[in-house]
Nanobody
Framework: QVQLVESGGGLVQAGGSLRLSCAASGSIFSINVLGWYRQAPGKQRELVAAITSAGSTNYADSVKGRFTISRDNTKNTVYLQMNSLKPEDTAVYYC??????????WGQGTQVTVSS
């Protein structure tokens, strides 16, 4: 079993910053991709950013230039630095880990609220 524990969410004013962290533990043998998704009320869960084991990154168009994903392989931790936050970034943010065998695990989610 793999456990993903997110932290760093909260309430921030528009234009502010937050840093999310997600620590993976358990039976981790081969991590392929670590990513962050978000789900706003009444909307589908969407990919925010992802990073492969080789360090390649992918971002949603809506966050390019504002968010940065990074990972610390020694700590099995992935981070999401969020700058210039907008009210439309308000959502529950979920950490995702996908192994090389395409098995996917999810964190419990952390709320990010951006006030205008």
């Amino acid at each position: 079993q793999v456990q993903l524990v997110e932290s760093g969410g909260g309430l921030v004013q528009a234009g502010g910053s937050l840093r999310l962290s997600c620590a993976a533990s358990g039976s981790i043998f081969s991590i392929n991709v670590l990513g962050w998704y978000r789900q706003a009320p009444g909307k589908q869960r969407e990919l925010v950013a992802a990073i492969t084991s080789a360090g390649s990154t992918n971002y949603a168009d809506s966050v390019k230039g504002r968010f940065t994903i990074s990972r610390d392989n020694t700590k099995n931790t992935v981070y999401l630095q969020m700058n210039s936050l907008k009210p439309e970034d308000t959502a529950v943010y979920y950490c995702n880990l996908t192994t090389t065998s395409q098995v996917s695990f999810w964190g419990q989610g952390t709320q990010v609220t951006v006030s205008s």
